[in-house]
Structures are given as structure tokens and as C-alpha cells.
């Protein structure tokens, strides 16, 4: 890949180099600026696995609950899998026509994907398939870059088909998680019309490392009038990224001992994001878990203790592809 950019380039600044002298003449200066809007919707075309949700693996999974023996199995299970790459695009590009055949643009986009389902597990009761648990999380991706890119056209004064390629350099993005779980569970001690239930909202935001990654499109432009061209392209982008920390940003927890046979409430114990800890609030992403980490050691209830409370804790990077396939529309004005 490297060599083929490499070649590229300098092929590209040869022609610049030769073809600058008569191109100056071609096209008067008052045509060589210019500035593009357009919108688009992107479809995935590299899915995979998802990444885990705190303790939850990217699964949707069906457990059955037997009262009578207190065991809970799996009827059914199956990976979550897709990509961050499906959702809406729009931009702002700043253009350069270095003659009539070779332009520079710069485009700012902002991006965001469509909410993905990554872990779901339901609990029902055997026999009359009562539901008694729940857990579901869905995360949606929310991003900024910058695009420079190199544009080839014939030329044409009509109807002009185009190619264009360059980078991707992310500058700012998160990935949202909201996670949803609500549990019944029975209360030692008691009757078994007593239960324990729980609930649970918590909203997390993972930051990315600094990556950058690939653009590619093919398209063209009509003219609409002197100095509005109306434009279609396809595009391919490619932007893997890695996880660098996450947030818990908001998080409710109430659990309430309810009789459900004359539904009086016997307690009630809440939990927000100031109760918890230092390790369960941040989280810092590493290549390695060794015996130096700050993982968890074990759980009271909903708590999750951890080596270090006190500190953030630690678990291993997770990937993402926010690149896609997709339709971009919009308008060029060629700049006075």
C-alpha cells in the first residue's frame, strides 16, 4: 500500500510540474477556488464482532430460569456481530483547481452511525415464560474528520465524471453505549412471593486513540448553471480505531423488595454515578491483562470490586471500523 501511495504521488506531482504552464491559460484564476456541501448515507461492508460492554460479551442470549431447582440454562445464544461504518455523513469541502484536470480538496464531515445492538440477554421463567430479566445495550458512533484528497476529471464542460482519493484523519469521536437491565431475583429469608428487583440505566462513552484511514470515490458533476454544478458520488472509506478509555457518564440503579402477592414495597436501596467507585466509573484499555492489571476480584450484589478500587481499571482494546460504502449528493460553487 505504501509503494502504490508513494508511486501515485509522484506521478501525480510530475503532471502537476509539466502540465502547469499551459493549465494556467486554460482556466482563469477567478475558477480555480471552490466549495462543495453534500450529505450522504453509508451501509457497512466490513462487519464484525463487537466488542464487550463492561462484563457483558457481545451476545444475544436467551436463559430459562427453573424455580423449582434454581438452576438457569441457555435455550439459545448467538454473536452479535456488524460495524460502526452504516449511518449519515454530511460535509463542508474547501476545493482547489490546480488546472482543469487535477484539483485539492479539503472536507469536514460530521458523522453519525446507526444505534447496533451489542448484548442482549433475557431471562424468562420456565413453563409460563414470564419474563424476570433483562439486559440490553445498544451504542451508536458520533464523529468529526477531516478529508484531503486529490480529484481527477477528463475535464469535460458538461456532464463530468470524476475519481477521487486521500485520507481520513478522525479529530474528534465517541462511541455512546446505553445500557438497560432490569432483573427479578429472590430474597433470602422470605416467601417466595418476595422478590428483589432491580434496575439499572447506565450510559458510557469510550474515546478513541489517534488513528487516520482511507478514501476513495468515483462520480460526477453536472452543471446547473455558471457557478453551481450539482453532484453524485460513491465513496469508499476504511477507518479502523481503537479504544482508549471509557466514561460511565450517567448511571441510575434502584433496587426495591417487593411482595408481589399485595405488591407492598418492604425496601428500597438506590445507587447514581456518585456511588460508584473510582475502577467501576473509568476504565483504561491495554494490549496486555497481566497480574500488574487493575481487574476485577470479584461482586457484592451489583458492586464490582477491584484490585484497586481507587484507580481506573483496566481491560483489553477493543476495534471498530466507522468506514463504509455509501451515496454522497450535494452542490458545488465555483468561488468569484
Same mark, same amino acid.
Given at each position: 500500500m505504501k509503494r502504490v501511495l508513494t508511486s501515485t504521488a509522484i506521478a501525480v506531482l510530475i503532471f502537476l510540474l509539466f502540465d502547469s504552464t499551459g493549465s494556467a491559460q486554460e482556466r482563469p484564476a477567478a475558477n480555480r477556488f471552490y466549495l462543495k456541501a453534500a450529505g450522504g448515507y453509508f451501509f457497512s461492508v466490513s462487519?464484525?464482532?463487537?466488542? /464487550?460492554?463492561?462484563?457483558?460479551?457481545?451476545?444475544?442470549?436467551h436463559d430459562v430460569f427453573d424455580?423449582? +431447582?434454581?438452576?438457569?440454562?441457555?435455550?439459545?445464544?448467538?454473536? $452479535? %456481530?456488524?460495524?460502526?461504518?452504516e449511518g449519515f455523513r454530511g460535509g463542508i469541502s474547501f476545493g482547489y483547481n490546480f488546472n482543469r484536470y487535477v484539483a485539492l480538496e479539503a472536507t469536514i464531515n460530521y458523522y453519525q452511525s446507526r444505534k447496533n445492538l451489542m448484548t442482549r440477554n433475557i431471562t424468562t421463567v420456565e413453563g409460563p415464560g414470564t419474563e424476570v430479566g433483562r439486559i440490553q445495550s445498544d451504542g451508536h458512533v458520533?464523529? *468529526?474528520?477531516?478529508?484531503? +484528497? *486529490?480529484?481527477?476529471?477528463p475535464g469535460f464542460e458538461g456532464f463530468n465524471p470524476y475519481m477521487r482519493f486521500g485520507f481520513v484523519v478522525p479529530v474528534w469521536g465517541r462511541l455512546f453505549i446505553e445500557t438497560d437491565a432490569n432483573r427479578n431475583t429472590p430474597v433470602p429469608g422470605q416467601v417466595s412471593?418476595?422478590?428483589?428487583?432491580?434496575?439499572?440505566?447506565?450510559?458510557?462513552?469510550?474515546?478513541?486513540?489517534? %488513528?487516520?484511514?482511507?478514501?476513495g470515490?468515483?462520480?460526477?458533476?453536472?452543471?446547473? +448553471?455558471?457557478?453551481? /454544478?450539482?453532484? $453524485?458520488?460513491?465513496?469508499?472509506?476504511?477507518?479502523?480505531?481503537?479504544?482508549?478509555?471509557? /466514561?460511565?457518564?450517567?448511571?441510575?440503579?434502584?433496587?426495591?423488595? *417487593?411482595?408481589?402477592? @399485595?405488591?407492598?414495597? $418492604? @425496601?428500597?436501596?438506590?445507587?447514581?454515578?456518585? /456511588?460508584?467507585?473510582?475502577?467501576?466509573?473509568?476504565?483504561?484499555?491495554?494490549? %496486555? $491483562?497481566?497480574?500488574? +492489571?487493575?481487574?476485577?476480584?470479584?461482586t457484592t450484589g451489583t458492586v464490582t470490586h477491584y484490585k484497586n478500587d481507587n484507580a481506573p481499571s483496566n481491560d483489553l482494546k477493543s476495534y471498530i471500523n466507522i468506514g463504509g460504502l455509501g451515496l454522497n449528493l450535494g452542490i458545488r460553487l465555483r468561488l468569484p
Open positions: 462487519p464484525g464482532q463487537f466488542p /464487550d460492554v463492561g462484563p457483558y460479551p457481545p451476545r444475544d442470549q424455580p423449582l +431447582s434454581g438452576e438457569t440454562t441457555t435455550q439459545s445464544e448467538k454473536v $452479535l %456481530t456488524g460495524s460502526y461504518g458520533k464523529a *468529526i474528520d477531516i478529508a484531503p +484528497s *486529490i480529484v481527477f476529471n412471593t418476595v422478590v428483589a428487583q432491580t434496575a439499572i440505566q447506565r450510559e458510557e462513552e469510550i474515546k478513541p486513540n489517534p %488513528t487516520f484511514g482511507f478514501q470515490a468515483l462520480g460526477a458533476a453536472y452543471p446547473l +448553471s455558471a457557478n453551481f /454544478d450539482l453532484f $453524485l458520488e460513491a465513496e469508499y472509506r476504511n477507518v479502523p480505531v481503537r479504544s482508549k478509555e471509557k /466514561d460511565i457518564t450517567e448511571y441510575s440503579e434502584q433496587t426495591r423488595v *417487593i411482595n408481589t402477592s @399485595n405488591g407492598q414495597e $418492604l @425496601n428500597s436501596q438506590r445507587r447514581g454515578l456518585s /456511588d460508584l467507585s473510582v475502577a467501576e466509573r473509568n476504565t483504561r484499555y491495554v494490549e %496486555t $491483562l497481566d497480574q500488574h +492489571s487493575n481487574t476485577p476480584t470479584g
